[in-house]
């Protein structure tokens, strides 16, 4: 995916304003609010070395690997996506702790298999996130959604066991 591509554009103005309100909650210790489901990502900021934060939608959890996938849903437009390119080791918050952690960028395969997994396992805000905030139409057959898996970029996040 490149700058050049059609897809959602990251919220700018007040909408930008919006979906940054959840690193409030993070901020006055009410984090815990969020759940498991969300994480506070806390990265570099690629041209200024400055902390830099976004809260991420958890589209799976895996115990074993203690490893957290999240999307990109703006792909390599997003500033969160840009800077762990250049710096993957991050801070993340889940609930009231913060671990340390390293960013990665899943290949296609891996990406798609997530996608799947989070689709099957959350049809009704999987439908409502894609088609409502991003504007992709999602089909009911395995191949379009296959085809529209294409269209993201899955982070996996694992934290640090040291």
């Excluded at 700058?3 to 304003?17: L, V, Y």
């Excluded at 990665?104 to 805000?125: C, F, G, N």
Aim: glycine share 8%; proline share 5%.
């Amino acid at each position: 995916m490149d700058e050049t591509q059609p897809g959602p554009q990251p919220p700018k103005g007040f909408s930008r304003f919006l979906y940054r309100l959840p690193i409030l909650l993070y901020r006055v210790g009410l984090g815990i609010l969020m759940g498991r489901r969300f994480l506070l990502l806390e990265h570099t900021g690629r041209r200024s070395g400055l902390p830099r934060n976004a809260v991420l939608e958890v589209i799976r959890f895996d115990r074993n690997e203690e490893m957290y996938y999240v999307v990109s849903a703006f792909g390599e437009r997003a500033n969160w996506y840009k800077n762990i390119c250049k710096d993957p080791s991050v801070r993340i918050q889940v609930g009231w702790k913060w671990k340390k952690a390293q960013a990665q960028l899943l290949d296609v395969e891996k990406t798609e298999k997530e996608i799947l997994v989070y689709a099957r396992s959350h049809p009704k805000v999987f439908r409502v996130l894609v088609e409502r905030l991003l504007g992709y139409e999602v089909g009911e057959g395995e191949d379009e959604l296959m085809d529209l898996a294409k269209k993201f970029i899955v982070v996996g996040i694992w934290v640090d066991r040291k």
